[in-house]
């Protein structure tokens, strides 16, 4: 049996007080956002017949709409995606003749509000980015430095529904100064905008941001690849756990890149390339830690040749994500586990040599649990209802979320006496534990 360090006794119950979540009126807020993104998704001379394959840093309108299309179609609509945002892809190198942010020209020829009104017509919400600095983070388009009210005013003029803010080229600037003036310019707007403050974690956002921003950047940026998950994991892993994450405030862990491979672009120079257990282990820890789940992937097959090997040939685009990318986002029973509007999870048992175990309280008193291997092998544990605040004698029965299987029921811990969970390397599994009727609910 793996021996197992304590960090936590039990799960935790407080929240963000009321007073301080920042519920201006935003759809799609109250739980972590859900949705997709530009980043690493889209390419030129969409949608064909000699669509190019996926470029980083790009978008238009004709690529923009094809993916609004495509979103109903592959299934994230019907799954309960709202979101869809454009990222460092959309500005023009320079501001109209007034000053105001305008849609690059040559890719959005009828600006931006066609495109946001497209996105409307269609159920979504729909979001922007703009950068606290002089520049943007990699387009190095106007940033909203000096011009606060302004960009606040055309958002809304265009009908945008969420805001990203980055933290590049903000020299001299303090974070939480800057976000606080950026948010009441977009509470003055008259529209209700939803805020996502992106410092990267810097200046411990968890501690101010529930006051101006219904999410924010908790770690640093992340790519497809199995170091980065590890990281990102972590680095949300040490916020305490009264700052979890609760309604209207939510700790965002970046974009997701789920079963990209070669189809998408790279990410800051570096392409997905994990396994389908790590593709996993990202979703189900990013849904636990009740993170925003903002995939940023090609929902439109552009190739006449297998685009996930890396094997492109231009063609014209159809809606399609692969079956893995099915597997994993359209996955009931762990979307459900991230949109809960509880406090969000946090670490029970930092494993020794098995694996770490994270929990959240779920609405109607079940809790998930997540076993999660950071470690090149298998392990194997277990889980101890007391750590649950439950008493020993609890009778409580498991579903395993990804099997979507019942397990049955055991007393005192999971699994029953005797046996253990297997994690296999770099692998997550996540049950959720229904206490039987009767038993001692913690407070």
Known sequence: MARLARSSLWLSTIAVPSALAYDNGAAHSRKPPLGWSSWVALGPKWPGPEAQEPVFDFCDEASVKASIDAYHEVGLYDAGYRHFHLDDCWADVERNASGFLQAERDHFPNG???????????????????????????????????????????????????????????????????????????????????????????????????????????????????????????????????????????????MLETGNYKQAAHANGRLSNMTAIEYKTEFSMWAILASPLIVTTPIVNCSKTDQIHGSFTPSTCVPSITPLQKEILLNAEILAINQDDTPGGHLLLKGDSGPSVYGRNLTGGSVAVAFYNDADHAVHGHVDYSLLGWLPSTVASARDLWAHEDLGSSTGRFPQESKEVEVKAHETRVFRLRRHADEYVFA
């Open 112 to 254: 931006m509000k066609p495109v946001v009104d497209y996105a409307h017509a269609k159920g979504l919400t729909f979001g922007l980015y703009t950068c606290a600095g002089t520049y943007t983070c990699v387009g190095k388009r106007p940033g909203s430095k000096g011009h606060f009210t302004k960009d606040a005013q055309v958002f809304a003029e265009w009908g945008v529904d969420v805001v990203k803010m980055d933290w590049c080229y903000s020299t001299g600037m303090q974070p939480e100064q800057t976000y606080t003036e950026m948010s009441a310019a977009l509470n003055a707007s008259g529209r209700h905008i939803h805020f996502n403050m992106c410092e990267w974690g810097q200046d411990a956002p968890w501690k101010w941001g529930p006051k101006v921003a219904q999410s924010w950047r908790a770690t640093g940026d992340h790519t497809g690849n199995w170091n980065s998950v590890k990281s990102i994991v972590q680095q949300r892993t040490d916020i305490p756990a009264e700052q979890a994450g609760a309604p209207f405030a939510w700790n965002d862990m970046d």
